[in-house]
């Protein structure tokens, strides 16, 4: 019996230790692996940016915009139940700071590769910032209360940019002066082409991030809180902490977003960045698939298409060029909505859901797949 009792804890130590060694490759193979995703996207994008167009090139490079805004707002909304009608506005707090940063480098005459990046870092902070303290107010209202406030910020983020017109010049609002393409490149290579390639490796990189704080502990933190306040609390976790937390990480995702898009487009206006802007993006990643960020790729591809599926519907319509004018602004939201009920009743998890229920009732279907 002694014999038997002494030779318990080695092998006890030897079981524990051999999960601990286990524990540890899960946790870096999770970064591996989406890293080698990553990696894999980019040299698609990269090989298919050859045979777009150049317009093609753009709106790929819209949707890696889009989606740094949408995966953002689904950390926030998705993992951890809070809702913002507000994100326009942080989006737009990360393009001005673009738009001011580059200015201020041109009248300073620097030039260089790295300038683009500071100036993208610093829209990324100026909207964690405008983040944390939207936080902090919306981490003490819950349900139409916090989403009461979120509005404001969406109304009074672009007044502010017209109040100020001596910094961010009104209405007319600021051009992003943007260096051309590496010499290395050619003279003749196509600056779409570089848009797209600059615009995906931002958003590739931010998408890592956030996969793996999905993965973290810190995203099991904002489920639990999403799940049940009350039973999070009880297991020790500070939930208000974890819901500016979250507003945080949601704000630097936008923030990064409106950043890339004015970059896109050279300029940035305060009528780029409205309350119909936030309404969308908020519709995206329900269509999309909230909780996902799948599903808000879903979505930022279907903020890109749905101009274009509005414009294509008008042509074929005998209207005057007011009307023709007015339906194209009013239609892309009732499109939307009525996705949005359509999608509610028969995906409820969205298109993502969607196409997960599909990919699994073929796997099923496979042969030689084992049916329980």
Known sequence: MSATRAATPPDTTRTRAAGAGAAGPRRGSTLARHLGVAVVAALLLVAASYGLEPFRNFQLATVAAYLCATAG???LTGLNGQLSLGHGALMATGAYTVALCQNAFADAGLTGGWLLPVSLVAAVLAALVVGAVVGVAAARLRG????????AV??????????????FNGEQG??????PPPVALGAYFP???WQLWVTAAATLLALVLLANLVRSRYGRTFRAVRDDEVAARLAGIHVARTQVLAFVVSAAGAGLGGALLAVLAQSVSPGAFSLTLSLFLLM???VGGLGSLAGAA?????????????HALTEQLDLSPAAAQRMEGNLPLAIFGVTLVVVMIAAPGGVQGLVTRLGRALAAH??????P
């Not at 600021?174 to 260096?179: G, I, N, S």
């Not at 496979?366 to 049916?371: A, E, K, N, S």
Request: avoid cysteine; charge should be neutral.
């Open 73 to 75: 707002l689904t950390v």
């Open 144 to 151: 139409p209360y916090l989403a009461g406030v979120t509005l």
């Open 154 to 167: 969406a109304v009074v983020v672009p007044a502010l940019t017209v109040t100020f017109d001596g910094v």
């Open 174 to 179: 600021l051009a992003v002066p943007v260096e």
């Open 191 to 193: 600056y779409e082409r």
């Open 284 to 286: 995206a990643v329900v």
């Open 298 to 310: 879903w979505g930022a591809v279907l903020l890109v298409a749905l101009p274009d599926l509005t």
């Open 366 to 371: 496979l042969p030689g797949r084992r049916r």
